[in-house]
């Protein structure tokens, strides 16, 4: 499939490039799938999903198996090459069609109004623009579809806060490819325009101290059902 350059904007300035954190979280998510009960969160977050999807920030593709028979098709984004190329083989064991391909998610690479649901998963803590990339979100959904998100951010009493952001400001950056623990995805979600609906807090590891990147949250989110204005 030949997917469009129309988008908001060129594509980020400098390409997303993270090979040793992506050899690490390649390894490491795939043992999370049992270990933290990953698989679980992704059945659930794609549960009645159809029609086409976007999914950005699609990583090393473990979120394809889970994806339910009446999705007609996938375009997963993901700008990391090592996690793109391991997304690309993921997508040929997957069940349904998934077209892996190179891209911000603050300048999509797809047409306006093209799909009827989009998936965030653990994608809005390292994105470098939160506002720009739900702009874009908002953008290639058709008027009163979904978001379907897994996040992690801000959580915990107040000395896990000051934790957090010490983190954000330092080290955790440069450790994690931009990942950040502070961000807020709800309150950014609603800040674009999103009316969210159900979620679920959901805890990694549900068992065991509560670390910084604990706090997540799995729901849904609509977009209005009035167009955007052009």
Known sequence: MRLSSTGSGAMARSPVRHPLFARCYARLSVGAETRLGMAGV?????AGLSGRVIEIGAGNGLNFAHYPGAVAEVVAIEPEPLLRKLASRAALRAQVPVDVVPGAAEALPVKSEAFDAAVLSLVLCSVR?????????????RPGCEVRFFEHGRGGGRVMTLTQQALDR??????S??????????????????RLGPLRRVML???GPALPASYCALGVAWRPDEPDAR
């Open 177 to 194: 490819g931009g990942c950040h623990l502070s961000r807020d995805p709800l309150a950014a979600l609603r800040e674009a325009g999103f």
């Open 170 to 175: 330092t080290v955790w950056p440069l450790l």
């Open 129 to 141: 623009d939160v506002t720009r990339a739900l702009g874009e979100v908002r953008r290639v959904l």
């Open 42 to 46: 992704r059945e659930r977050l794609l």
């Open 205 to 207: 590891p549900q068992e």
